[in-house]
């Protein structure tokens, strides 16, 4: 729920909506309408109403590739969607946090993107340049991410097909800007969640062990 123009709505993003676009939001009518004056030409994958220097605006992030706003991108006064960082991504974003990881609160994206040593997971420093998170990178797409607590305090947590150095599927960043392992999952992972289940507020994990599709 954020305002771009009409007030608080309800705003959704996906694959070509019934509004001829692939992003909306509900209008008094409770009809859905197209957010900004030209639509991104592919899927949306994740929404986020931040900062990013012009003040709070509407995010998106997803698959699209045009005009300048490769895989994310914020709606500006004029009712564009506009680039946010000067360098650019080389594939899909489908994931977007605002936390700190050293550097103060800041945006940062996950998905498949692999270029200029911002592997995977990225964040956006004070020049709108995308910046490595870690020191050590990963091998593969992270799915999600989800700042929580598993023994070290709060750390920003990841999820993915990653494979590499003992950080199979899943994997937290430690004071020392490393990604290490948290628990074993024997496939990859596509998504986080804190909750109770059962036993207390814990991690919990959409994959595949053992027949069932959710780990904690």
């Known amino acids: 729920v954020t305002d771009t123009g009409t007030g608080n709505r309800l705003h959704v993003g996906g694959t070509y909506l019934s509004v001829d676009g692939n992003i909306a939001r509900l209008n008094d009518?409770?009809?859905?309408e197209i957010v900004g004056s030209k639509s991104v030409n592919s899927d949306v994958y994740s929404l986020i109403s931040c900062d990013t220097g012009t003040g709070t605006r509407l995010h998106i992030?997803?698959?699209f590739?045009?005009?300048?706003r490769a895989y994310v991108a914020r709606l500006n006064d004029s009712g564009q969607w506009e680039g946010v960082a000067?360098?650019?991504?080389?594939?899909?974003?489908?994931?977007m946090l605002i936390c700190d990881t050293g550097t103060g609160s800041r945006l940062h994206i996950s998905g498949g993107f692999s270029n200029a040593g911002r592997s995977y997971v990225a964040r956006l420093n004070d020049e709108n340049?995308?910046?490595?998170?870690?020191?050590n990178t990963l091998n593969s797409i992270v799915s999600d991410m989800l700042i929580c607590d598993t023994g070290?305090?709060?750390?920003?947590?990841?999820?993915?097909?990653?494979?590499?150095?003992?950080?199979?599927?899943i994997a937290r960043l430690n004071?020392?800007?490393?990604?290490?392992?948290?628990g074993t999952l024997s496939g990859s992972a596509t998504s986080l969640a804190l909750c109770d289940s059962g036993t207390?507020?814990?991690?919990?994990?959409?994959?595949?062990?053992?027949?069932k599709y959710v780990a904690r």
């Open 61 to 63: 992030s997803g698959y």
């Open 152 to 169: 070290t305090g709060n750390r920003l947590h990841i999820c993915g097909s990653f494979s590499n150095s003992g950080r199979a599927f």
């Open 86 to 95: 000067f360098n650019t991504l080389n594939a899909n974003v489908t994931n």
């Open 29 to 32: 009518s409770g009809a859905w």
């Open 175 to 182: 004071d020392n800007s490393q990604w290490e392992g948290v």
């Open 129 to 135: 340049y995308w910046e490595t998170v870690a020191t």
């Open 200 to 211: 207390g507020y814990r991690l919990h994990v959409g994959t595949y062990i053992g027949g």
């Open 65 to 68: 590739s045009d005009a300048g």
